[in-house]
């Protein structure tokens, strides 16, 4: 069980928008910036959104992000079959002692 | 271009030893803060453990701490990864990663990885 919990799977058609969320606490979304990942199959994560809602450089505007107490929730819209992959929120968590959380990911097919 | 290398995985026995190196390069390396953060065959990611630039500060996952060390060499541009007493479980991904932004908030630039496998 993830500290942070996504839906394991979501879907939608190309073209489509979908929302995949991140739920945790006040120790971890709560108190901290939230980012999100995106691993293509057999790939590296790769880094789509830093400080809740800021893109890195390269990374297009079809891909947002928003935080809201303890939950955060990820947005894609124009969904692109390259986009099919897996998502991961992660977060600092300072329950009893510092460290890293990541959500269990989830799966996102572009039917 | 930025970049992260790992290497040292392989093959080990179960209670065996295993150090895993990440070499880094278009970046400077001792600016930045970095972790390490590995992924199970089918399973999600799971962050291991993080050192500051100057190595001052340094966490640990719990399911971890006190079979792992993490070091770097900020002469040589280069990350470790001191793993021990290995069981089945820590068969997987080792990523070495780079923390950046206002807090150390998100990894924003990632290895291609390295296996480890523990056979029994």
């Known amino acids: 069980q993830s500290v942070l919990a996504q839906p394991p799977s979501v879907s939608a058609a190309p073209g489509q928008k979908v929302t995949i969320s991140c739920s945790g606490s006040r120790s971890n979304i709560g108190d901290n910036y939230v980012s999100w990942y995106q691993q293509l199959p057999g790939t590296a994560p790769k880094l789509l959104i830093y400080?809740?809602?800021k893109r890195p450089s390269g990374i297009p505007d079809r891909f947002s992000g928003s935080k809201s107490g303890t939950s955060a929730t990820l947005g894609i819209t124009g969904l692109q079959t390259g986009d099919e992959a897996d998502y991961y929120c992660?977060?600092?968590?300072?329950?009893?002692?510092?460290?890293?959380?990541f959500g269990g990911g989830t799966k996102l097919t572009v039917l | 271009e930025v970049k992260l290398v790992e290497s040292g995985g392989g093959l080990v026995q179960s209670g065996g030893s295993l150090r895993l190196s990440c070499a880094a390069s278009?970046?400077?390396?001792?600016?930045?803060?970095m972790n390490w953060v590995r992924q199970a065959p089918g399973r999600g990611l799971e962050w291991l453990t993080y050192i500051s630039d100057s190595s001052t500060t340094i966490y640990y996952a719990d399911s971890v701490k006190g079979r792992i060390t993490i070091s770097r060499d900020n002469a040589k541009n280069s990350l470790y990864l001191q793993m021990n007493s290995l069981r089945d479980e820590d068969t997987a991904v080792y990523y070495c990663?780079?923390?950046?932004?206002?807090?150390?908030?998100?990894?924003?630039?990632w290895g291609q990885g390295t296996m480890v496998s523990v056979s029994s």
């Open positions: 990663a780079r923390t950046d932004y206002t807090d150390d908030d998100a990894f924003d630039i």
């Open positions: 992660g977060t600092w968590d300072n329950s009893l002692s510092v460290h890293w959380v």
């Open positions: 400080e809740n809602n």
């Open positions: 278009g970046f400077t390396f001792s600016s930045y803060s």
